[in-house]
């Protein structure tokens, strides 16, 4: 079984699990046969429909096939303002320690103030990166806050930062994810076990383990 912790379009995989990313107005989409995470993206994060958008997310994300909150997180590239970001987040951040779920974050420059969050929020649910690219001493003090590291397309660009943590990372705190990207997550398990010279089905056992750990045993 491989999974896809991280993707916002459905596809039709036998051997995949994936976790499909809905937007809050995508409630629709839930069915009682896959699995969800729900959050406001950093991106859509405005001012008039926030409310709403939490209130949405605080009633769907009790159904049980919705394993995690997000991806929600901190952009500095956007011109959202940040303050609402944080808002938007942290408000999430509070709907999943409550219902105990793991969160999926974006986050584009903002790694010091995910870990000071982290380290202010102090939760006991695992906080999965998506899409991660910075360096080892970010990924390391992440780890050391309970947190996973998810990687898909990054691991094809063999000079980014995110390439030269995965080299070396303890692989119980990996997630792998498409993203809609193009790439098939058999494609990012292949190039991941390529490169920690490591059989596909120990790889394949070994995100599955870590699965469990953040989600409970669904598989
Ligand atoms: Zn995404």
Known sequence: MF???????????????????IFPGDTDKINPDGYYSIGLHPWYVNEETLDNDIAVITQS???????????????KKIDVPYMKQLQAFEQQLDIAEKLKKPVIIHCVKAYDDIISLRKKFNQSI??????????????????????YISYGQMLFKENSKAFGVFKNMPLD?????????????????????????????????QIKNNFISCFGDLL
């Open 3 to 21: 999974i896809d912790i991280h993707v916002h379009n459905h596809y039709e995989d036998k051997g995949v699990m994936l976790l499909l990313n």
């Open 61 to 75: 994300a009790v159904n049980p096939n919705v394993l995690a909150i997000g991806e929600t997180g901190l952009d």
């Open 126 to 147: 695992p906080w999965i990166i998506h899409w991660f690219n910075a360096g080892e001493q970010i990924a390391n003090e992440l780890m050391k806050y309970n947190c």
């Open 173 to 205: 705190r990996v997630f792998f994810e498409t993203d809609d990207t193009g790439v098939s997550i058999l494609q990012v398990y292949d190039k991941a076990s390529l490169v920690r010279k490591m059989p596909l089905g120990n790889l394949k056992k």
